[in-house]
């Protein structure tokens, strides 16, 4: 069974453009999150999906941040106008509502100059 | 912040060696995850306990969770050089978001 698969592995920025991630999360997965990991800390979520529908993106920095999930299957996170405090780990897991366990992908490094 | 440790801490130990690692939770949840992170690559689930649990067991691994204390630990009995990663903590805080903390990196050397 293929596993969360990520596009792009690593972006490079200059402040100001803007750049898009990609995720395909596990097949019948009905759960898709979206985590930001800084370097050396643990990953935090910006916001999640149940099928198309956002559930929580109260952690996404609203005016910059945005995501989507148009048919509750693949899932993009855009980032307008980026920033150097953007630069992190951008990673997605998907899962099974009610199943505790969180399947990861393996990330898109951002590094914004 | 939920959690009592705030930054990512660092243990190096000799192959063979157990180790322990421990994090603290500062609201209720209903199970602690436990994840652990190569380089390069997301993090994946080594062992989850739930609320009911005081203890769980896979292979080398051992959970224990406190909940008067909120705290849980995660042991590593004969160490080996593929336990190098990182480990972090999550919990759930009862809803189905996870909650990570900020982790504990591991190095085993030969």
């Known amino acids: 069974e293929a596993g969360v698969t990520q596009s792009p592995r690593y972006a490079v920025l200059q402040e100001g453009q803007a750049v898009s991630f990609w995720c395909d999360p596990i097949?019948?997965?009905?759960?898709l999150y979206w985590y930001q990991q800084p370097r050396d800390q643990g990953p935090q979520l910006l916001v999640y999906f149940r099928d198309e529908a956002v559930i929580d993106n109260s952690q996404l920095p609203s005016d910059r941040f945005s995501a989507v999930r148009p048919k509750g299957t693949n899932s993009t996170l855009k980032i307008q106008s980026a920033k150097q405090g953007d630069t992190a780990t951008y990673l997605c897991?998907?899962?099974?509502?009610?199943?505790?366990?969180?399947?990861f992908g393996p990330g898109t490094r951002l590094t914004v100059l | 912040s939920q959690w009592g440790e705030e930054n990512l801490q660092a243990l190096s130990i000799q192959e063979g060696e157990d180790v322990t690692m421990n994090c603290s939770y500062k609201t209720y949840t209903t199970v602690v995850h436990w994840y652990r992170q190569d380089s390069g690559r997301g993090p994946a689930l080594i062992i989850l306990i739930r609320s009911n649990e005081r203890e769980k067991r896979s292979g080398r691994l051992r959970a224990t969770l406190d909940t008067s204390s909120q705290s849980s630990s995660l042991s590593i009995t004969a160490a080996q050089c593929e336990d190098t990663a990182v480990y972090f903590c999550?919990?759930?805080?009862?809803?189905?978001?996870?909650?990570f903390g900020t982790g504990t990196r591991l190095q085993v050397s030969p």
């Open positions: 097949s019948g997965h009905d759960t």
């Open positions: 897991a998907s899962s099974f509502y009610n199943y505790a366990e969180q399947f």
């Open positions: 999550a919990t759930d805080a009862n809803t189905d978001k996870v909650v």
